[in-house]
């Protein structure tokens, strides 16, 4: 019987799915409010990612899975949910601009993902690693969206929930934002346990962190409309 921990990126990706669904639903309720889209687009990924190592951890490693991997988690693992804070801490304009240098140099990090030759002899059969590509200069990608991620992603929950707890008017706030930091945190310590060989601690922090993002948003959008211009400055991680 296969270990109970190789289930965990499975719940992982109900739980994202069924949050992704809330977050788009909002978006739609929000006149196409475009950080909404974002988020939901980088949790949906996020899910897609958690997915793919669910798969391989309970049948194997498979070469169309792993590329799926790659690209949905270590290119979009945080990406777009930083990029949806973007538009809550710059200008339209700005946003827009960074939106287009993000999704290009996402796109051809891609298409390098799908082209470099991979090399099966070095898969592991129950985890997904990038050390199976032979291109190495394609790993070099991910360090550039995942700094842009920890930037904007965590910089940004954690610089909201300061700024929240010095005007001492919204505690609520304070605690969203700061379940968002930690949540966002969580995948990356992950991330460096499984370079230590301990794939299974990614797993747990995975399913904790979207807990925490989830938490840290219900926290941020509680008692407020939908429809409200307040409903869209309580979701902000970061002062619109």
Do not use: H
């Not at 939901?40 to 590329?67: C, D, H, P």
């Not at 801490?89 to 796109?107: E, G, H, N, P, Q």
């Amino acid at each position: 019987m296969k270990d109970t921990v190789y289930y965990i990126p499975v719940l992982t990706t109900v739980l994202s799915l069924a949050f992704a669904l809330a977050v788009f639903q909002r978006y739609r309720s929000r006149d196409g409010a475009p950080y909404l889209l974002w988020w939901a687009a980088g949790i949906f990924l996020f899910g897609v990612g958690t997915s793919m190592e669910g798969f391989t951890a309970l049948f194997g490693w498979n070469e169309g899975i792993f590329r799926s991997w790659y690209i949905s988690g270590a290119l979009l693992g945080g990406a777009p949910l930083a990029q949806g804070t973007v538009y809550l801490l710059l200008s339209r304009k700005t946003a827009d601009r960074l939106s287009v240098i993000l999704v290009t140099f996402i796109a051809i990090a891609a298409i390098m993902v799908l082209l470099t030759p991979v090399n099966a002899q070095l898969a592991d059969d129950k985890k997904l690693s990038g050390d199976v590509i032979e291109w190495t200069w394609v790993r070099a990608f991910s360090p550039f969206i995942n700094t842009y991620a920890f930037i904007f992603l965590v910089g940004g929950a954690a610089y909201s929930a300061l700024k929240y707890r010095e005007r001492g008017d919204a505690p609520g706030r304070v605690w969203g934002n700061a379940l968002i930091c930690v949540g966002a945190l969580l995948p990356g310590i992950g991330g460096s346990f499984t370079r230590m060989g301990y794939t299974e601690v990614l797993y747990v922090t995975e399913f904790v962190g979207i807990i925490l993002i989830y938490f840290g948003y219900r926290f941020n959008v509680r008692g407020r409309p939908a429809g409200t211009d307040s409903a869209q400055r309580a979701e902000a991680p970061a002062p619109a």
